[in-house]
């Protein structure tokens, strides 16, 4: 019999890397691009690593877990008709440097 590891999980987050960047698995894609804010919707198993970093220019970033239902309140308070439809069907959503 062999067993398996469990990948860590993140569930749903904001995720704002302040200083540097980082490499991020969420199961099987990469996300190496230079993007400094990402929302998870939903658990995922992730592993990431740091790309560049140093004593001089460290790594600064934090990750704010995000409460579903209490987002779905706030969603109804500023969307009282309805949150506006996405046609996109994604788990995570990242900013692109314009």
Known sequence: MRLRAKAPTL???L???AQGAKVVM???EVLDDPAHLRVFAVDLPISS??????RKDPYLGFTL????VRVG?????????GAPLRLTNV????????
């Open 91 to 98: 788990a995570v959503s990242r900013t692109r440097d314009r």
């Open 73 to 81: 309140e706030l969603a109804a308070r500023v969307y009282p008709r």
């Open 65 to 68: 877990d995000l409460d579903l």
């Open 11 to 13: 569930g749903a987050a």
């Open 15 to 17: 995720c704002v890397a």
């Open 26 to 28: 969420p199961g099987r």
């Open 49 to 54: 690593q740091v790309t560049p970093a140093s």
